[in-house]
């Protein structure tokens, strides 16, 4: 199966009073039909930007792609004007923003703003529009459509916001949809809802879905593949189950330690990993979590390492940014999962 989205080699930067901010540097991945693609990873590591580049929505300025390829069934967007790009943005490739409720406009019936999307791209009815509407609220489980659709986002609560802007992404029938943190502040009751509904709407309209989070507990329910991003770069990507359970790179290690246990033992503490990220107007010339890592080595912080590939599990491809499974590294490449390697 081709891929719908490649990415390769992308680069985002801003440019602030203060300097260059390297945000993205170097990402790579893919997404297939009907796949869904997690990026995991601590506040400021790039992955909104990262979407947001996808969409073609960073502001130019300050924002510019500075090197890479954003192939979209084999076309590059980076390459498309902003009149070429609406053809994609909506109807090919949508977006749920990960605040429903600054997204939405108070002041507008969610029956308008959903409605919007058609009367820009078809020639047809209000009435027409309305029907569409009412079936996109049926899709996303939005309950007394006739009444709802007449509504302001005030009167939603938290998870029926995100419902709503659910249906404006699916308006266009994307073949792509990215979530930018779906879950964010809703409570865990409504999160499950989400969740429930982002898997339904990926096997029933067969659409890819790129999944943005910091929760590794989403992802371990959405994702089949799943990135982890650190200081604009991709560290370790893998299978979900590869990476939950035969982790490689000490930052996914440290993030999956971090995670709140059910049952800790009397007197645990919530494990933290140690330092700060790296200042990205002056990204460290070496691997960009050096610094806060328990297994570094004095190429760590000289040199970023190459990307090599693990046969982690059999068959299944798995990448790691770390220096300890270069070929030439003398550490002991013999942890869980380790497996044979060679480098990309």
């Known amino acids: 199966m ?7 080699n992308l680069a985002v930067s801003f440019k602030t009073y203060g300097g260059e901010v390297q945000a993205v540097r170097g990402v790579s991945f893919t997404v297939k039909p009907g796949e869904t693609v997690a990026i995991v990873g601590e506040s400021g590591s790039g992955k909104s930007v990262t979407a947001t580049t996808l969409m073609g929505l960073i502001p130019v300025p300050p924002g510019e792609i500075k090197g890479g390829e954003i192939l979209f069934n084999g076309v590059d967007l980076t390459r498309l004007t902003d009149r070429q790009m ?4 909506g109807a090919e490739m949508g977006i749920v923003f990960q605040d429903p409720g600054t997204s939405l406009n108070p002041t507008m019936k969610i029956g308008r703003q959903i409605g919007e999307s058609f009367l820009y791209r078809e020639k047809i009815s209000k009435k027409a529009v309305r ?12 309950p007394q459509g006739e009444v709802r659709i007449d509504q302001y986002p005030h009167q939603f609560s938290g998870g029926m916001k995100q419902r709503v802007m659910l249906a404006m992404a699916l308006a266009g029938r994307p073949k792509l949809l990215i979530a930018d943190e779906p879950t964010t502040a809703l409570d865990v009751t409504i999160q499950a809802q989400i969740i429930d509904l982002l898997r339904h709407l990926k096997e029933q ?18 994702a089949d593949q799943v990135l982890v991003m650190y200081a604009g770069r991709i560290m370790e990507a893998g299978r979900k189950e590869d990476i939950f359970d035969h982790a490689q790179h000490p930052y ?25 990220p790296p200042n990205l107007f002056l990204p460290p010339p070496g691997c960009p979590f050096a610094s806060r890592c328990p297994d570094v080595m004095k190429v760590c912080v000289q040199t970023a390492p190459h990307e090599v590939h693990l046969r982690v599990t059999k068959g299944a491809e798995h990448r790691v940014a770390c220096w300890q499974y270069h070929p030439q590294s003398k550490r002991d490449q013999s ?4 497996g044979e390697n060679h480098e990309s």
């Open 131 to 142: 029907k569409k509407v009412l079936d996109l609220l049926d899709l996303v489980g939005i």
């Open 86 to 89: 609406e053809n994609y943005r």
């Open 2 to 8: 081709g891929n719908l989205l490649e990415v390769k």
């Open 205 to 222: 309209l067969q659409m890819g879905l790129l999944l943005i989070t910091h929760d590794f507990g989403v992802a371990d329910q959405l």
């Open 252 to 276: 996914t290690r440290g993030l999956l330690k971090s995670r709140p246990q059910i049952n800790p033992e009397d007197g645990e503490r919530l494990f933290i990993i140690p330092g700060q």
């Open 335 to 338: 942890r869980d999962g380790g």
